[in-house]
């Protein structure tokens, strides 16, 4: 089992991403909970160039991206699936599509081909935690420091989030979307088990 956890910025995805990893240790079910950017050893330094707003081309923030995406697959996600684990992952490629694509501006074609050549698997569920855009600002600055795709704004948000309802909507077969604009945490992840429990994920 291969499950994405997708999002703006603080729509809640680590917070479930680690409820699901906790509740699946508890079923004994062998999982690995990983993310995007800096989720292989290594990556911490891709992490860092990519959310600190150090890069001035559009491109590198891209390719950065697409770099430690490809090593991610290699080190952690395609061998622990390969092994049978199931693989609970906080962003991939989805992310890219919505940030670089519709927020950016850089074309979607190229990232759908590159992500076919590399072979990047694909999610056997993506969930998408939907959030209004004011309300991500708003929870992204009430954590402190923000990083270069919090301090972009809500009108930036908005384009983030319309990508991932298009894409969602275009591949609905993949895709869960749950509102967590007005749920506490436990509420989100009751929903969350239902959904993937519809899915007979479980």
């Excluded at 991206?65 to 090593?71: G, T, V, Y």
């Excluded at 992952?89 to 190229?110: F, K, M």
């Excluded at 007005?182 to 969350?192: E, G, Y």
């Amino acid at each position: 089992m291969f499950i994405t956890f997708e999002g703006l910025d603080g729509s809640g995805k680590s917070t479930q991403a680690k409820m699901l990893a906790k509740w699946l240790n508890e079923k004994e079910r062998r999982i690995v909970l990983t993310r995007e950017p800096g989720g292989w050893e290594g990556g911490a330094v891709l992490r860092d160039m990519a959310i600190s707003g150090q890069l001035k081309h559009p491109w590198s923030e891209a390719y950065l991206f697409l770099l430690d995406r490809a090593e991610h697959v290699a080190k952690v996600i395609q061998p622990s699936i390969d092994k049978g684990l199931d693989v609970l992952c906080e962003r991939y490629h989805d992310s890219t599509i919505a940030y670089q694509v519709w927020g950016r501006g850089l074309p979607g074609d190229i990232f759908a081909e590159l992500a076919e050549l590399a072979a990047f698997p694909r999610p056997d569920v993506t969930v998408l935690f939907d959030l209004p855009p004011d309300a991500a600002v708003k929870r992204a600055a009430g954590r402190g420091a923000r990083d270069v795709f919090e301090s972009e704004g809500v009108s930036f948000m908005t384009k983030i989030r319309d990508g991932y309802l298009s894409i969602a909507e275009n591949d609905p077969g993949r895709w869960v979307i749950i509102d967590c604009s007005s749920k506490d945490a436990n509420s989100v992840f009751r929903s969350l088990l239902d959904e993937l429990g519809k899915r007979g994920l479980f």
